[in-house]
């Protein structure tokens, strides 16, 4: 049996951090990091000014649906702000205490995105239940409103596209959730738009209905980005299709006979992975070694794997045992 890890055995500096798929070329952590910090920044710029006009003209327009997606918009500057540090320690080299690498940061700054959203979105149904346990107090808002909301809902879905665009460009899972974390925005920003059109045609309890909605909507997808974060936390392994991809290129390697017990858990957006491999039982201990060198050095080349920890087992051609089989029992007789 021999145990080999790339990390010793292989010097792969420019594959260990790369993510390569069929249709994209790969990218490094620093190029990752780097295209997050710059769409984190946007969604910085953007949020600033759309929570300050939407507060300020809500509180003006008394509008409590409009004060409710500011607020939501204030909880995506806080989001960015946890995206910007995860990105810079998570681009951060394998070291004595993180042997794997700290791209789990990613995973638990989506965990803490999923927590914020849940809680704001909390804020906001308990705030809609105020008013709406009171509807006389509920006031006509002003037409202000409705313009501003539908600026935010331009500008928050061209955000989103934006942002996603660049996640699955880079394929990071993080940056997935603050992209759909901002369709959450745009999402609450028409439904607030709906309530204030119906609040200014002589229906004012549409507007706290409004924001009821939008609470909720907040709370729904902040409960699937924690649910889905705890899990990977958890080492979840990675999709079925994945595995069969990486199984098939462990069978390509020269050889290499067979495959079993192939596991996979999450790192972040990477792949830790443990396979056993069968190679010819009558080969030198050095020779099976350098297949599976070559088997690991396949896998870090053509998936997002960061480590993968080999087992060697013998593998006997099953004519051979056949063979075998007969002989031990014409001896037996």
């Known amino acids: 049996m021999i145990h080999t ?3 010793q055995k292989i010097d792969q500096p420019t594959n260990t951090n790369q993510i390569i798929d069929p249709d994209d070329a790969g990218f490094t952590a620093e190029e990752r990091a780097a295209a997050a910090s710059r769409s984190t920044w946007v969604s910085v710029w953007v949020n600033v000014f759309l929570s300050a006009l939407q507060i300020a003209v809500g509180i003006f327009a008394k509008s409590q649906a409009l004060i409710a997606d500011g607020v939501h918009t204030v909880s995506d500057l806080v989001a960015d702000f946890v995206v910007l540090f995860a990105g810079h320690h998570a681009k951060k080299d394998a070291d004595e205490d993180h042997p794997y690498g700290h791209q789990r940061f990613e995973t638990a700054a989506s965990l803490v995105l999923g927590l914020l959203l849940f809680g704001v979105g909390v804020g906001m149904l308990w705030s809609a239940y105020e008013k709406l346990a009171a509807p006389e107090t509920v006031q006509k808002v002003h037409v202000a409103a409705l313009w501003v909301a539908a600026s935010a809902l331009i500008a928050k879905e ?3 596209r934006y942002m996603l665009k660049v996640a699955k460009r880079v394929k990071s899972s993080m940056l997935v959730a603050n992209a759909w974390h901002a369709r959450s925005d745009a999402a609450s920003s028409l439904v607030v ?3 204030i059109i119906g609040n200014l045609a002589g229906y004012p309890i549409l ?7 939008v609470g909720f909507m907040v709370c729904k997808m902040g409960w699937e980005f924690a649910w889905n974060a705890l899990h990977d936390l958890m080492d979840r392994a990675v999709d ?3 595995v069969a991809a ?3 290129t462990l069978m390509q390697t020269p050889g290499v006979h067979n495959v079993h017990d192939l596991h996979t858990r999450k790192m972040g957006d990477m ?3 443990d396979a056993h491999i069968e190679v010819d039982a009558d080969i030198t201990v050095e020779a099976g070694h350098d297949i599976a060198v070559m088997a690991q050095k396949q896998v870090l080349e053509n998936h997002r794997v960061i ?3 080999t087992h060697v087992d013998p593998w006997t051609r099953p004519d051979l045992d056949h063979k075998l089989g007969a002989d031990e029992s014409n001896k037996s007789d």
Do not use: C, H, Q, Y
């Open 5 to 7: 890890n790339m990390a």
């Open 158 to 160: 061209s955000l989103f």
């Open 193 to 195: 738009g709906l309530g």
């Open 207 to 213: 507007d706290p209905i409004a924001a009821a909605i």
């Open 240 to 242: 079925e299709k994945e």
């Open 246 to 248: 990486i199984r098939t």
């Open 271 to 273: 792949i830790v992975l």
């Open 307 to 309: 480590k993968m920890m």
